[in-house]
């Protein structure tokens, strides 16, 4: 299994991203994935949920409304449209299979595979 992130970057605030993970070595359509993100001295947190085909979405509060995440299942491709950026969304940014989507958010034992993230930094 590898989950390779990509389209991070520096942003002002208020700017857009749109990150990449590319997902292999699994059958990506078959599973639950999220984006989470942590922070310098912070902890996991949660940002976003997609089921296996697509067609649900869940937020964490903080970024209902300005993240989109989607999937190409033909593509095995994860992704998060940012928009609104503020100072405080700066974070290493990583996608993860959901290993048990009732476990809570941000309990690492939630997903089994991690990517090594790609960091995105808010600032003018």
């Known amino acids: 299994v590898q989950l390779v992130e990509s389209g991070g970057g520096l942003v002002q605030p208020g700017g857009s991203l749109r990150l990449s993970c590319a997902a292999s070595?699994?059958?990506?359509?078959?599973?639950?994935m999220s984006w989470v993100r942590q922070a310098p001295g912070k902890g996991l947190e949660w940002v976003s949920d997609?089921?296996?085909?697509?067609?649900?979405?869940y937020y964490a509060n903080s970024m209902k409304g300005r993240f989109t995440i989607s999937r190409d299942n033909a593509k095995n491709m994860l992704y998060l449209e940012m928009n609104s950026l503020k100072p405080e969304d700066a974070a290493l940014y990583s996608c993860?299979?959901?290993?048990?989507?009732?476990?809570?958010?941000?309990?690492?034992?939630?997903?089994?595979?991690w990517g090594h993230g790609t960091q995105v930094t808010v600032s003018s």
């Open positions: 997609i089921n296996s085909s697509g067609d649900n979405t």
């Open positions: 070595g699994f059958t990506f359509s078959t599973y639950y």
């Open positions: 993860a299979r959901v290993a048990d989507y009732d476990l809570p958010y941000g309990s690492r034992y939630r997903y089994d595979y």
